[in-house]
């Protein structure tokens, strides 16, 4: 997935249901309101890659325990939809 490329629609992801949480966090990283076909990349500051999953099932709710080996710092999710509808959310860990 690319996510430097093309417009990024934040109207329809910043407003629906989705919820990260808790941020900032020292654990894991919890994910309500995703739907089936998601993709989520987590990115350093830097652009790197650090996590990458696709969405399978409709169920909505996701924990990213990856989140557990990373070291402190600010990081970007970024979600896209199945329809090609990608937001970036900014995630700290603690």
Same mark, same amino acid.
């Given at each position: +997935?690319?996510?430097?490329?093309?417009?990024?629609? @934040?109207? @329809?992801?910043?407003?629906?249901?989705?919820?990260?949480?808790?941020?900032? $966090? %020292? %654990?894991?990283?919890?994910?309500?309101?995703?739907? &089936? !076909? &998601?993709?989520?990349? *987590? +990115? %350093?500051?830097? !652009?790197? =890659?650090?996590?990458? /999953?696709?969405? #399978? $099932?409709?169920?909505?709710?996701? @924990? =990213?325990?990856?989140?557990?080996? #990373?070291?402190?710092? *600010?990081?970007t999710l970024w =979600? /896209? @939809?199945?329809? !090609?509808?990608a937001v970036a959310?900014? =995630?700290?860990?603690?």
């Amino acid at each position: +997935m690319s996510c430097s490329s093309g417009p990024v629609n @934040t109207n @329809t992801l910043a407003n629906s249901a989705l919820k990260i949480y808790p941020n900032p $966090s %020292d %654990d894991l990283l919890y994910l309500e309101g995703l739907t &089936a !076909g &998601a993709t989520l990349l *987590l +990115m %350093d500051i830097n !652009g790197r =890659v650090l996590w990458q /999953k696709h969405t #399978i $099932s409709s169920n909505g709710n996701l @924990t =990213v325990s990856a989140f557990q080996q #990373i070291p402190a710092g *600010l990081y970007t999710l970024w =979600v /896209k @939809t199945a329809a !090609g509808l990608a937001v970036a959310h900014r =995630v700290v860990k603690q």
